[in-house]
């Protein structure tokens, strides 16, 4: 990841490329895929499956990058310095050169906020975008707390870089900044209760660099550094206390391995190693305690893999029929592990797994043949992602063993917080909170840009938005009410 190519084709596409070698892998296709999405007028948001990365220029990695998942989670267009946004842009909003369409998507949007904003109302669900960053246009929530109050990401416009950001419903959204010397940073991860966020900051001086971050408000952004030989490393995932940091680190030239480290103040960084017969690693999540962590194993195939001390990494497996899988999320005991693999039917589907079931599948949205999740609550009863719906288009999901899978808009349509002229399209679920109510993740708001957004629901479908009569945020969300 820390070579980003120039990203280019605005067109959506979707390619799904597969063979032992061919550095084209599953991780490419799940979480990664968002790398390239695209909105073309009336189409919606389109996850770009492909190893074809693009971006702005870059002399690192460049080549590695197609080998193994980047986890960016949206499309970003070309920023160039002093450049204004435009045609060259993977996300544009399509507007008509009339005021009155455009009037329109501007009261469009407005009612859509109106109907969805917490910050009046006094039930318990609600929806809302995230804004941006200063100067910003667009946005991406990646990760939230236990108790679904802190939400991080990243947000940048067309003459400001990407910026890590923390967001609570008090402060609104706050850039992080960056590392010393570096111009750029993304936030991955959120610990329990929403003090320590990690993720990666970037240069682009030759050669591009990436440095894994643990951000506090005492500290600062401070940089994990990387271990001998390696050139880069990235931050994931963070446990519950903040003391555990897992990722992956990587040497700056074309196709050479990645591996997984684990990160604590006492050890420093630590690399996991690699399943056996494979040439690369990379760690995706870690448990509350710190003790397990998920990722994949990639080069030659692509396999899920679940690391303890004890067991050293283990491979998952795959779906029936399956070659190629990959585990992104893991519950707080470390017990359900969850992500993507394909299938028999050569589609990607979202799994979740246990040492009891092995990888389940978690099924399609209704006329849908893709799926991917991306995270799990606390007891691993509720999984969140992105999946295709019968029109082709992607939709954020949520699942439980009661409902299976069903769209968050369904969610929210049933729940009342929004009306059928909601405006936003919701392309993915990124993090859930540990009750399983709250759910960040992508969007494209009404005027045609990406935003990050946070949604409560009821904890079933067909349970009705109960009231916080004490506004205490009961509802076993663990702790205070979003509003305060």
């Known amino acids: 990841m820390p070579g980003k190519m120039a990203r280019s084709d605005p067109r959506p596409s979707v390619q799904v490329t597969r063979g032992a070698g061919s550095g084209q892998h599953l991780a490419s296709v799940l979480q990664e895929g968002r790398e390239n999405a695209n909105i073309d007028a009336g189409l919606g948001f389109i996850w770009r499956i492909s190893v074809h990365f693009s971006g702005r220029p870059s002399a690192c990695r460049c080549n590695q990058l197609r080998t193994y998942a980047r986890a960016m989670p949206a499309a970003r267009p070309a920023r160039w310095p002093g450049r204004a946004l435009g045609k060259e842009g993977i996300m544009h909003a399509t507007l008509s050169p009339s005021w009155k ?124 550094g990387f271990l001998p030989g390696f050139m880069s490393s990235d931050a994931r995932g963070v446990n519950a206390d903040g003391t555990v940091v897992v990722g992956f680190l990587a040497f700056s030239g074309p196709n050479e391995p990645f591996q997984a480290f684990r990160w604590t103040a006492a050890s420093g960084m630590v690399g996991l190693g690699f399943l056996p017969g494979f040439m690369s690693s990379e760690a995706r999540g870690v448990n509350a305690d710190g003790k397990v962590v998920v990722g994949f194993g990639a080069s030659p195939s692509e396999q899920a893999f679940r690391w303890t001390a004890a067991s050293g990494m283990v491979g998952l497996g795959f779906l029936p029929g399956g070659n190629l899988s990959s585990a992104i999320g893991v519950n707080a005991n470390g017990k359900v592990v969850v992500g993507g693999s394909n299938d028999a039917s050569g589609h990607n589907q979202a799994f979740r797994w246990t040492a009891a079931s092995g990888m389940v599948g978690l099924g399609f949205l209704p006329g849908g043949n893709f799926s991917v999740a991306n995270g799990v609550n606390a007891n691993g009863k509720v999984v969140v992602g992105s999946a295709r719906d019968a029109s082709g288009a992607f939709q954020a999901f949520r699942w439980t063993r009661a409902t299976r899978m069903q769209s968050v808009v369904t969610l929210l349509l049933a729940a009342k917080v929004v009306t059928m002229d909601f405006g936003w399209q919701l392309t993915g679920a990124n993090g859930v909170s540990a009750d399983g109510t709250v759910i960040v993740g992508d969007g494209v708001a009404p005027l045609g840009l990406p935003q990050g957004w946070i949604a409560r629901l009821p904890k079933e479908s067909n349970e009705d938005c109960e009231e916080d009569d004490d506004n205490q945020g009961d509802n076993d969300n663990q702790g205070e009410d979003f509003r305060q």
């Open 101 to 224: 369409k455009s009037l329109l998507l501007v009261f469009v949007s407005v009612v859509a906020f109106a109907t969805a904003t917490p910050a009046t109302s006094g039930s318990q669900c609600f929806f809302q975008g995230l804004g941006f960053v200063p100067g910003g246009n667009q946005s991406f929530a990646l990760g939230v707390n236990a108790n679904g109050t802190v939400v991080v990401g990243f947000s940048f416009g067309p003459n400001v870089p990407d910026q890590a950001f923390r967001w609570t419903a008090a402060s609104g959204m706050v850039g992080l900044g960056s590392l010393p010397g570096f111009m750029s940073s993304d936030a991955r991860g959120v610990n329990a209760d929403g003090k320590v966020v990690v993720g990666f900051s970037t240069h682009d001086r030759p050669p591009s660099q990436e440095q894994a971050f643990r951000w506090t408000a005492a500290s600062g952004m401070v940089g994990l």
